[in-house]
């Protein structure tokens, strides 16, 4: 086992079928199951009649065309033929239709009221009266050109902050294919800026160089400037002005070690949980992940949010069709209103690009086992928990407040993740079904297991066995189990990708076009 995973999983499975909801019109196979085979499950038996892979669906009952088909309790879409009882439910005969959100009814929900062992963790508090999980220098170009030399002056100095700067947790190269040929003032400059800002700014971060050539649309005093006024140390250095590539190496290597000697004075401290904001993601989904990594990720959300830390969750297109279930839930009118102006924009972008949100789940999660848009979303908002929505932001906004917020992100893994590091978050729980390697340098990403297969078969990548929710070991213990793991990691434990030194290619933020 490596040693960046945190329990050893059950080998006794004690059932081999599920139905998550009552009202559901499928089961799901918890091992392949051949045709002739008979489940069993609290209420009846049923025979199959098509072979039904390990993570897919199957009917209970006869299901006529056109007819709703319900799993977890709600629509997931429409069937395209009869399906008889018994038979495989999948994209051969299941599509998403139009969500008709006259349909749902969100019924009464229930919050985890387990506490949390501790109400504080060991972190960095900063100038500007957050607190990091990490404590990081960063080189930030702010244009594709400055680019090589920011990786550059990184690769040069890493030696050496391993030797010298014990008290520093790393120093990363934040770089992109942006910054120039973008109208100044428009989606994409001002998406950009705010993710730049953002990060520069970030809790995590005690100190900062800016790095841009000199003639390009995003300028580096504009970052550099919301940078310091957060309180980060910050300098900044362009190509042109010094010479060149090879001076500005030299210069950046002088302007980061003299940052290096600043953070490295800094120190861990026992600071509040209310300090921790925690950024959901899934990446990778396959139909268990939205049985036990999401709703065990939901439930420890709960109890982060009692101790009064943000839990924050995103990806848009993967929560479009199970949006109602947030929308019961916010605080108020204009919160409600705010998440479904972001589920009508989604639309209307989708149907501008001759798209549909339906072609989210991708050949991945469909082989997982995920058939439609709403089976992905109604897995997915689980990581939500269910407290109160308190807030709806924009990508890369800054977080506002404790408690449960939505950010509105794409679904693609590093875009969604770059949004999330922009706007404060701190750390990220991100669950996957399928063995997504997503790391991002300067924050810890807790990688949960959907199964515990995946957690076996990648042991270097995966720092949590959810899968064991369906053996031996009861939601609550996993979730406390988990719930540790997550504080021991905002006081310094590694992940797996960070053992791995994964992480300096996931800064994608999002680009919202034209490109000029």
């Not at 918890?30 to 039904?52: A, K, M, N, Y």
């Not at 302007?255 to 401290?269: G, I, K, P, Y």
């Not at 509105?408 to 729980?429: F, H, K, Q, Y």
Request: proline content about 5%.
């Amino acid at each position: 086992m490596s040693s960046c995973q945190t329990a050893e999983p059950s080998h006794m499975p004690y059932r081999d079928v599920l139905r998550l909801a009552p009202q559901d019109d499928v089961a799901v196979a918890l091992r392949d199951i051949g045709p002739g085979e008979t489940v069993h499950l609290s209420d009846t038996q049923l025979t199959l009649v098509q072979f039904v892979p390990a993570g897919h669906k199957f009917a209970l009952r006869d299901i006529a065309a056109g007819e709703a088909v319900r799993k977890y309790g709600w629509i997931v879409g429409y069937a395209t033929t009869a399906i008889p009882a018994g038979s495989h439910v999948h994209t051969q005969n299941l599509v998403a239709g139009a969500v008709n959100r006259d349909a749902y009814t969100a019924g009464p929900s229930q919050e985890a009221t387990w506490e949390l062992p501790t109400r504080t963790f060991h972190g960095y508090r900063r100038r500007h009266g957050h607190a990091g999980t990490r404590n990081c220098v960063l080189v930030i170009s702010t244009v594709n050109c400055s680019a090589d030399v920011a990786h550059a002056i990184v690769e040069r100095l890493r030696p050496r902050v391993a030797e010298d700067f014990r008290n520093v947790d790393g120093i990363y190269p934040i770089t992109h294919k942006g910054g120039c040929g973008i109208p100044i003032g428009g989606a994409s400059y001002e998406v950009l800026r705010r993710c730049l800002s953002g990060i520069a700014a970030h809790p995590n971060v005690g100190g900062v160089l800016i790095i841009g050539l000199g003639c390009e649309v995003m300028q580096a005093d504009v970052i550099a400037r919301d940078a310091a006024a957060s309180g980060v140390p910050t300098r900044m250095l362009g190509i042109q002005e010094v010479g060149g590539v090879g001076p500005a190496i030299r210069r950046g290597i002088d302007e980061v070690t003299a940052l290096l000697q600043e953070v490295n004075l800094a120190r861990r401290s026992s600071v509040p949980l209310s300090d921790l904001i925690v950024g959901t993601e899934c990446g990778g989904s396959d139909a268990y992940s939205g049985i036990t990594a999401n709703p065990l990720l939901g439930y420890v959300g709960d109890m982060f949010v009692r101790a009064g830390a943000a839990w924050v969750l995103g990806e848009s297109p993967e929560t479009y069709g199970a949006d109602h279930l947030l929308r019961a839930r916010a605080a108020n009118a204009a919160v409600a209103h705010r998440l479904d102006a972001v589920m009508r924009w989604w639309e209307q972008y989708t149907a501008r690009h001759d798209a549909s949100i339906d072609n989210n789940p991708a050949p991945g999660n469909k082989e997982g086992g995920i058939t439609t848009v709403y089976e992905k979303a109604l897995g997915a908002v689980a990581k939500a928990g269910n407290t109160v929505l308190k807030d709806v932001l924009e990508y890369a906004q800054p977080v506002r407040s404790s408690g449960l917020s939505f950010m509105d992100t794409p679904g693609m893994d590093d875009v969604s993740v770059t949004g999330l590091v922009a706007g404060g978050c701190n750390l990220i729980a991100f669950t996957t079904g399928r063995g997504s390697c997503l790391a991002f340098g300067p924050v810890p990403i807790v990688k949960i297991a959907s199964t515990s297969d995946l957690f076996e078969r990648m042991p270097d990548d995966m720092d949590f066995d959810a899968g064991r929710i369906l053996r031996t070991v009861p939601m609550e213990v996993a979730a406390r189990q988990l719930a540790g793991l997550i504080v021991s990691v905002a006081s310094g434990q590694r992940t797996c990708g960070e053992q791995q030194a994964l992480g300096d290619h996931t800064f994608a933020p999002w680009d919202l076009g034209p490109t000029l």
